[in-house]
Every structure is written in structure tokens, then in C-alpha cells.
């Protein structure tokens, strides 16, 4: 799995893919530190609650890296947002954090099963609030 992850990594990163991603994402935001905070914080809480957020971080890790070098200096509150987003995004589905399926499932031996929309309507709204407050600290703690 880990091999054809990093391999997969490395053709984005060879067919430039990765540096278009972080090109149109400064040009979104505009290189300003707390605006890409806050996109790369959503981003990756959004789709970490539906894809595996391995995966995730092991493709944006090299695009952060590439907005360095497209001028913003700053990249500690990136990383960071990154990370929490990531993580936190995995509270939002069934499917978004391993430790989920393995609860669902135990909880479907002994009777209580978890369906998918179930865990979805008290999975996301929780990951959203976390992922406000999470915004709320990276701003106070690094962008203030």
C-alpha cells in the first residue's frame, strides 16, 4: 500500500501536477498566510472525512512544500493546518478514519450496527465544529 502510495506521490510530483495544484492555490488565495491556512484546514477536513487521510497528506505534504518556494515564507501555520485538518476531518463520515470502521464493526458484532448516514448526521456537524475551532486557533495562535 505505502509503495504504490509514495509512488503514485512521486508521478504527481514528476508530471507537475503537485506544483500546478500549489500555483493555483496561492494564486487563489493570493500567497496571504491566513487565507492559505484556512483553505488547505477546509480542504483537507472535507476530504479527509470521505478519503483516507493518509493518502491526503501524503500528496499535499510535497504541494506545501511548493508554496515555499512561490513565495510564502511562512509555512508553520500551513503545516499545521494541514495536520488538524486532516485529522479532525476524519471525525465527519464513517469512512473517513479507520478507528470508525473498526468501532462500526465491533458494534455490528454485538448488535448495534452503524450505518453510513447515521454516523454521517453526528459525525459532520461535530467535525465541522472542530474544524471551526481548529480555525480559530491557528488564526489566534499563529496568523494574530
Known amino acids: 500500500f505505502f509503495v504504490g502510495l509514495f509512488v503514485l506521490v512521486a508521478g504527481l510530483i514528476e508530471t507537475g501536477v503537485i506544483a500546478t495544484l500549489a500555483e493555483k492555490a496561492t494564486d487563489l488565495t493570493g500567497g496571504d498566510v491566513a487565507a492559505t491556512s484556512m483553505l488547505i484546514l477546509w480542504m483537507s477536513a472535507i476530504a479527509?472525512?470521505?478519503?483516507?487521510?493518509?493518502?491526503?497528506?501524503?500528496?499535499?505534504?510535497?504541494?506545501?512544500?511548493?508554496m515555499g518556494s512561490?513565495?510564502?515564507s511562512n509555512l508553520e501555520p500551513i503545516w499545521w493546518s494541514l495536520a488538524l485538518g486532516a485529522c479532525l476531518g476524519g471525525n465527519g463520515s464513517l469512512i473517513g478514519a479507520s478507528a470508525n470502521l473498526i468501532v462500526a464493526g465491533m458494534a455490528a458484532k454485538e448488535g448495534y450496527p452503524i450505518k453510513f448516514a447515521q454516523f454521517l448526521k453526528l459525525g459532520f456537524p461535530m467535525m465541522l465544529?472542530?474544524?471551526v475551532?481548529?480555525?480559530a486557533y491557528v488564526?489566534?495562535?499563529?496568523l494574530m
Request: glycine share 4%; proline share 6%; net charge negative.
Open 70 to 72: 512561490l513565495g510564502i
Open 129 to 131: 465544529l472542530s474544524i
Open 133 to 135: 475551532l481548529a480555525s
Open 48 to 66: 479527509s472525512a470521505f478519503i483516507d487521510n493518509i493518502p491526503f497528506v501524503a500528496t499535499m505534504i510535497p504541494m506545501i512544500q511548493d
Open 139 to 142: 488564526y489566534l495562535r499563529y
